[in-house]
């Protein structure tokens, strides 16, 4: 089970903070989040090696974004810095044993996904 918080609205150029807490995931497992913008498809964001800490960004959010991670309590949080209108859209938290690094940005098939948050970045 993937618990998300966070998500709000937000001025352009503005910042939010996601949190997922992930159940029943130990050990090597990939965190992250993927996003869906009306009428677009669903897009991989960022994911996080909760092992080893690697980071994997789409570049849309590079230098923007920052995934991290607390194993304490099996959470990755998301910072969203310099929003702009187009980061608006639902964000959804995922989680998968297998599949790692962009691979799991890039894919559509993962094992356990949050219920979602919306992020709206308008003036």
């Known amino acids: 089970q993937l618990v998300e918080s966070g998500g709000g609205s937000v001025q352009p150029g503005g910042s939010l903070r996601l949190s997922c807490t992930a159940s029943?995931?130990?050990?090597?497992?990939?965190m992250g989040w993927f996003r869906q913008a009306p009428g677009k498809e669903r897009e991989g964001v960022s994911c996080i090696s909760m092992k080893d800490g690697r980071t994997y960004y789409t570049k849309s959010v590079e230098g923007r974004f920052t995934i991290s991670r607390d194993n304490a309590k099996d959470t990755a949080y998301l910072q969203m810095d310099s929003l702009k209108p187009e980061d608006t859209g639902v964000y959804y938290c995922a989680a998968d044993t297998i599949v790692r690094g962009m691979g799991f940005i890039e894919s559509r098939y993962l094992q356990r996904w949050g219920q979602g948050t919306l992020v709206t970045v308008s003036s």
């Open positions: 029943g995931f130990t050990g090597d497992y990939y």
